[in-house]
């Protein structure tokens, strides 16, 4: 009994090297798999690459990310990190939020609620959104840019503020991150101002002084309605005995955008004295 014990032990032995020496010679002459036997089974993947792979068809091939096949090697999928770290934005949990297809990365559609990830690398951006308060500051990021790059058009969300302005003029007195904060350029036409500010501009167009040639950004320019005072521009025009019993120009000049022109009986001659009436449109002089 002993002895047979001994050479079923030596048999088993002898298989177990067999199959060893075996599997050895196998793997040894097993080929190695390049990316033109991976397009063999999977086709979709490597197209992608070829239309928008980026650095990932230049730079990185299939074995690259893949360091193998099942049943030999069972995780196929390999983590970003493996290739890209040393910047906050690759040390976001889930890299599958914004890059859809890794195939594709830099084909990047956003789901609404993407803000985090957006901080990584667009700083400047929250900063404006926090320093302005406004309705845009509670917004997602990816609420406006639901696809990485795109800047909408504020007619998007916003109506215009008159009929006859288009999108891409909004950008002229607001931006997009502090939209509160208006910002008119030296250039900005009297029509944009006049699509809110009608009365004004309606006084400023009838009026035959030379305030009418001048752009509303001239006078209002340090600040949305800023209201600057007269002798920013003119200095003090008058002897100060003048000045002292007509303190304010308009009392002489009425509004600045409709100067000199005064309704009958509105004519002061001072705080303190009563209006001086004047004479309807055509009464004759005595």
């Not at 290739?83 to 594709?104: D, E, F, I, Q, V």
């Not at 690398?121 to 500051?137: A, D, G, N, P, R």
């Not at 607001?174 to 006084?203: G, I, L, W």
């Not at 100067?259 to 002061?268: D, F, I, Q, S, Y």
Request: charged share 20%.
């Amino acid at each position: 009994m002993k002895n047979l014990v001994t050479s079923l032990r030596v048999v088993f032995v002898s298989v177990l090297l067999a199959v060893a020496v075996t599997a050895g010679a196998y793997a040894a002459d097993r080929p190695i798999l390049s990316g033109a036997d991976c397009i063999k089974c999977h086709s979709a993947a490597p197209a992608d690459i070829a239309a928008n792979g980026g650095a990932h068809k230049t730079s990185v091939g299939c074995q690259d990310c893949h360091a193998g096949h099942p049943p030999s090697v069972k995780k196929i999928i390999p983590a970003c990190s493996q290739c890209h770290s040393g910047k906050a934005h690759y040390n976001l949990s889930s890299c599958m939020r914004c890059h859809n297809n890794p195939h594709t990365p830099k084909i990047i559609k956003l789901a609404n609620n993407i803000t985090d990830e957006c901080l990584t690398c667009h700083t400047e951006q929250v900063v404006k959104l926090k320093q302005v308060k406004s309705k845009h500051s509670n917004l997602a990021c990816s609420f406006c840019h639901n696809v990485h790059g795109k800047i909408p058009l504020c007619t998007q969300c916003h109506k215009p503020h008159s009929t006859d302005m288009v999108a891409t003029e909004c950008k002229k007195c607001h931006q997009a991150h502090m939209p509160t904060a208006v910002f008119m350029t030296p250039d900005t036409p009297n029509k944009m101002c006049a699509s809110c500010h009608k009365r004004a501009f309606e006084k400023l167009a009838g009026s035959d002084a030379r305030h009418k040639n001048v752009l509303c950004v001239t006078c209002h320019k340090d600040k949305h309605k800023t209201i600057p005072s007269c002798q920013s521009c003119h200095g003090v025009p008058h002897p100060a005995s003048m000045m002292s019993r007509f303190t304010k120009c308009g009392d002489c000049h009425s509004v600045a955008h409709k100067l000199n022109h005064w309704e009958p009986g509105t004519l002061k001659t001072g705080d303190k004295e009563a209006p001086i009436p004047l004479p309807k449109k055509g009464a004759k002089k005595k």
